[in-house]
């Protein structure tokens, strides 16, 4: 008996070797991790433990047994495998952007060490299943308490289909990528990914080699990130979910090279562009703390930080079922009673609601009158973009990034700038047309700055991330809500009305600090070039019908059944700015001023314009969304006074932007939805609206509902039928209501 007893301690003390070498070859741990299994959640024996478990033997002791034997283990895995695996096909995760395979091309099937995961967290063998158990080689079963009934890992509280289970099933789609080749060329396609070949904490591990984040065969496993060994060095009971790294952000990054000591976990690998200095990574702008429930769930510490949770704001890398790009809750499924979504559709603004939202719960000052704007408000109001699922032609979410198309962007990095394929946005196929918030926004790159080329590093920020309405001459340049988007610039080959663009160029990457705010610089600068890459012939062949959605402008309204080319509309040429007549003085004058030579001698015609050279003599005229009209108050020798604060400012010279009269209901006299000095209102941005066509104020005096939505015999706008204040309707949002339509007044204007 003595002899056998010693016998088995020698087989252990060896056993204990054996992993001491495998752990010393995964690398030395950060201080802030300690290998103490017996006092994490992967002890399963009935050995007391200094953390809560809820999966655990009924009487069997052994810590180790679990996954591991020193005889007769599984050959087909190591180290020394003490379990089958399971013989499951699995759903691989996909995505236009996942660079690892062909666009739009699913993973491989696991394999490698993350199988070894799977054999458990898959949910197809018992928990309490192995090999080898009291010195037996046949198939064993321990007694477990705390699985589901079959034995298998159980669904967690919150459920199986919600974000907070560890039973991953065979759906991976919604966990993050495992079982792929990361290496250079990888990282060369994907545009923000480390190249391991140039980080020491990244790669295979070999003799004198311990990199913290250890690929197997240079491919990225379970293993990468987790250690099913490790602990928090100071405290057992915290939750690192395994990972070898930081799960938090510890200090705001200043720069782009990964610091072990400060950075979490998901920037060892992951190289955003624009997320330092950006609004979501900065402790000063996203400083909102969670509510008890919401970190519960999320099993953050209490009082965390937007900036200290970083990636795990709006990612999980085993989320919700049903999510894409593992975006945390990214479903429209139900919210159970925890607050998480229990499976449904992919529905990425359900990530975004979880915090702009007056009604989400998940921070403790978030919505209306905070610094998080309440986006999900304009979104509930009778006209809005549509968003949702169930709003959109095709009744799913179609947006994907990434996509390759036929247009002349390069293949490469088309993720990390947002690119989708024309074929996407709706060109050729409209049942594609759709809209969601990463459409128009880059939240790793977003600002709260007034301009789109300035950061947050070092806690410097503006009031707000949307632009300066009142202190400033008006223009067109994007703010820093819209910092890193995508858009498109119209090039023109021709002034005539009836003809489009010839082509566009499309806008893409992160401008870097005090970038260049010129319309001709390679990225995004105007907040135009975000909108006409949806509202132009770049995303359409014939523009689409008006009324395909129930929360659009219906089919009707002003005589409109379909929706009109803005970028046809908006070309802006020089030779057209100004105004006829050498003198400024309005029509009549001989030429055209601004126009060049084409129509000297007054020849518009007694028709105005009906002349045998009306094509030459008509110049175009436009709202100043692309460029300035040209027409100062010296030009027209007219006054400024017949606009609005802060249009009359610089009249002829200013620009304005889509959103001066598309987003929701301002007050008379205004296009600021919060005033001028409220900046925690209600949201700029044309989300919604209680007008046709988003608009933030009554047009061609017919409000939505009322009796003559066909507009047939209205007066238009200024007029309400009974002679009353009409100041509210959109017009007067920038030119003067006394000037224009009030009933009395001493001065009349126009122009």
Sequence with gaps: MTQLYTTRRIILALFAVFLGIENAAAG???????????????????????????????????????????????????????????????????????????????????????????????GTIAVGS??????????????????????????GSVGAESGYTRRLGTDLTNDHPISFTYD???????????????????????????????????????NSCHDPHIRDAGDPTKSIKFLRLNRFQKVSPSTDTFNEASDIICLACHDKAGWVGSAHATAEVANERYTSSAATLREFPAATEVWESACLACHDTHTVSGSRRLLRDGTDGPTGASGAKIGGSAAIEETCFACHSSDGGTLTSQGLNTEVPDIKTDFDLPFHMPIRNSEQVAGYEVHDIGTIGSDSQAVDQRGKDFIE?????????????????????????????????????????????????WNTPHTNIASGVLRGAWGVEPVYASNDF????????????????????????????????????????????TPPMLGVSSVTTPQGVNHMVQYTDQAREYNSPDSHKGEFGSGGGGMGGG???????????????????????????NHRSWHPVMNDTGRTPSVRNASADTWTAPFNAAVGTQTMYCTDCHGSDTPPGTVDPDGQN???????????????????????GNAPGSPENDFTNRPGTGDDDSGGDTSDHLCFKCHEYEQYAATTGSTRASG
């Design 184 to 222: 250079t060329a990888l990282a060369q396609r994907d545009g923000e990914l480390r190249d391991p070949a140039n980080e020491p904490h990244i790669g295979n591990r070999s003799p004198g080699n311990a990199p913290h984040v250890p690929l197997e065969n240079d491919q990225v496993q379970c």
């Design 591 to 617: 030429g055209m001023g601004g126009m060049g030579g084409g129509c000297s001698g007054g020849g518009m015609g007694a028709d105005g314009g009906a002349d045998p050279a009306f094509n030459d003599c």
């Design 498 to 541: 009836n003809a489009g663009p010839t082509s566009f160029i499309v806008k893409r990457g992160d401008p870097g600090n005090s970038g260049s705010t010129a319309v001709s610089s390679p990225y995004m600068t105007r907040e135009y070039q975000v909108c006409l890459k949806c509202h132009s012939s770049y995303a359409y062949d």
């Design 130 to 155: 192995v090999r080898v158990l009291n010195g037996a080689w046949a198939t064993g079963t321990i007694a477990m308490n705390g699985t589901n009934s079959d034995g298998t890992m159980p669904d």
């Design 28 to 122: 030395a741990l950060p201080s802030s991790r300690v290998s103490d299994i017996r006092n994490t959640k992967h002890n399963l024996s009935a050995n007391p433990s200094d953390v809560s478990r809820n999966v655990q033997a009924g009487d069997n002791r052994e810590i180790c047994v679990f996954c591991h034997t020193p005889h007769a283990a599984n050959p087909s895995q190591g180290p020394l495998w003490n379990r089958q695996l399971s013989s499951a096909t699995y759903d691989t995760y996909n995505s236009g952007s996942l660079d690892a395979t062909g666009d739009g091309v699913a993973l491989d099937q696991p394999n490698g060490i993350s199988k070894l995961c799977l054999s458990c967290h898959d």
């Design 678 to 700: 409220n900046e925690n209102g209600a949201a700029w941005g044309p989300h919604g609206s209680t007008n046709y066509f988003l608009l933030k104020g009554d047009w061609s």
């Design 421 to 469: 394929s024309q074929a996407m946005l709706g060109k050729g196929n409209p049942n594609n047309r759709h809209v969601e918030c990463t459409d128009c926004h880059n939240p790793h790159r977003v600002v709260r700055r007034r301009l789109f080329n300035e950061s947050n590093v070092g806690g410097v920020m503006d009031a707000a991330g949307t632009h300066d309405h």
